[in-house]
């Protein structure tokens, strides 16, 4: 009898427990309701009026956004069903999606759509794959600068080794810079014009105005005025001297002469 009334009685907690855990569990969902939810993870989701995460290409307030599918705000350049798009690059703000204007010199149209060429396009599968590539290196709640430096960390560990380029500098290619970053980012190898290519195009992911540069015999990247040569860093083990280095520095203890030799130079 008296197992009984203590069975009984820890039935009665134990439901009383669940009802208020159910009740909060419940009040907590009602205020996630048209709303965004900003989490410490850096990871931005949206609520519908029903108190769900949505996912895929919504409109919120007149406004579109690209969640996927585990409800995360994505930004920078995403192919959506075949098309391409860009979303707003802000570190820890919302996203919504650009039109009527270029982004990295490819048009975007009224409906957000991005109007291309052939070699657009290869330009275009170029950026989206950076992006992954930027996001699997980085966590979103990292600052700007601490992604770039992770995305510096990852030009360099690329391998060094024979290109669809053969090492020969094509100063008469009109988009140079793509052919040289397709090397590293879909065969993981090439010389220094496609370390400078792919930092680049990886920097541009994470919404800096990003440069790859030659002199015609070596190439680096530029970011707001400071050099970084990925390739000479991977082949001198001094990774940090040739990240973010003034051009003062050039020639100094075996640095390249980067001053006066910007030959070439394109703005991804």
Request: proline share 1%; net charge positive.
């Amino acid at each position: 009898m008296k197992k009984l009334k203590v069975f009984s009685i820890s039935a009665i907690l134990i439901a009383i427990c669940c009802s208020f855990l159910f009740s909060a569990s419940v009040s907590a969902a009602s205020k996630k309701r048209n709303k965004f939810d900003h989490k410490p993870s850096g990871n931005i989701y949206y609520y519908d009026e029903n108190g769900h995460t949505v996912k895929g290409l919504v409109t919120i307030r007149g406004k579109k956004y690209y969640f996927n599918e585990k409800g995360i705000q994505q930004n920078g350049w995403q192919k959506i069903k075949g098309d391409y798009y860009f979303f707003q690059i802000r570190n820890g703000c919302y996203a919504s999606m650009v039109t009527s204007q270029r982004v990295n010199g490819i048009y975007l149209t009224k409906s957000g759509k991005a109007r291309y060429n052939s070699e657009e396009k290869r330009k275009l599968n170029l950026m989206v794959t950076a992006n992954q590539v930027m996001r699997r290196v980085t966590k979103r709640n990292m600052s700007k600068p601490e992604k770039l430096w992770r995305c510096y960390l990852k030009a360099v560990s690329y391998g060094y080794g024979g290109t669809g380029n053969d090492y020969d500098f094509r100063y008469y290619y009109s988009n140079w810079d793509v052919s040289y970053a397709e090397d590293m980012f879909y065969r993981g190898h090439g010389d220094c014009f496609a370390f400078a290519s792919a930092f680049a195009y990886l920097a541009n992911a994470v919404g800096f105005e990003a440069k790859v540069i030659s002199s015609g015999g070596h190439g680096w990247a530029e970011i707001k005025g400071e050099v970084c040569d990925p390739n000479w860093a991977k082949g001198t083990g001094h990774i940090e001297r040739y990240y973010r280095m003034s051009y003062d520095l050039s020639g100094v203890d075996g640095r390249p002469y980067y001053r006066g030799n910007r030959a070439y130079v394109i703005t991804i």
